[in-house]
């Protein structure tokens, strides 16, 4: 009797481990993902960012950061409501996970901005990239509500270490150019 109650005490121990680590995961998967775009968040971002700065450092490789951010989509919000504009949101989302390689980390820096990480990735080859999401993503065609919503980004690419040696000085690098992109007309990337 006793060896029963202790294989049925084992039992359930093992099933009560098994919902615990259901549970880990899923609160990790909170942690660190965005759960509109499914994105990694700012969080997972600085600490990713850390780590990939170390080793570009060590390997003496570049890193391309992008950033990213809707056009005009207060006017959007304003116009077609909250919800159409997570719409464009997920959009956008689903458009970066398809987008980047594997190695790549898009995270959704808040509000309508967005951040790509792409290690090891020259000027050249970060520019092609920036401009083939920017035509990607002005080609999308969103249904919300019976109405067909098209939107653009404005995107500025920077990188290590010509722009900076640690997370904080390239992603303000990378806001600067996002910046000047709109500020030439919007709808454009800028390095």
Do not use: W
């Not at 570049?62 to 951010?69: C, R």
């Not at 401009?131 to 249904?143: V, W």
């Amino acid at each position: 009797r006793a060896e029963e109650k202790l294989k049925e005490a084992n039992k359930h121990l093992g099933e009560q481990f098994g919902e615990i680590k259901i549970l880990q995961d899923y609160l990790h998967e909170q942690a660190t993902r965005d759960p509109l775009t499914g994105l990694y968040n700012r969080l997972y971002l600085y600490t990713t960012m850390e780590r990939e700065l170390a080793r570009a450092k060590r390997e003496n490789s570049p890193i391309s950061v992008m950033m990213i951010d809707i056009d005009l989509f207060k006017d959007l919000n304003d116009t077609h409501g909250h919800q159409a504009g997570d719409e464009v949101l997920k959009a956008l989302g689903r458009l970066l996970r398809s987008s980047v390689r594997q190695g790549d980390i898009a995270c959704r820096y808040g509000g309508e901005e967005f951040i790509i990480i792409m290690p090891g990735v020259d000027e050249a080859d970060a520019e092609r990239r920036a401009e083939a999401i920017r035509h990607d993503f002005n080609n999308l065609c969103i249904n919300h509500g019976g109405a067909e919503l098209f939107s653009a980004i404005s995107m500025g690419v920077a990188f290590y270490p010509q722009h900076g040696n640690d997370m904080n000085e390239i992603v303000k690098a990378a806001d600067a150019a996002l910046y000047e992109a709109k500020r030439a007309g919007r709808n454009r990337v800028h390095i």
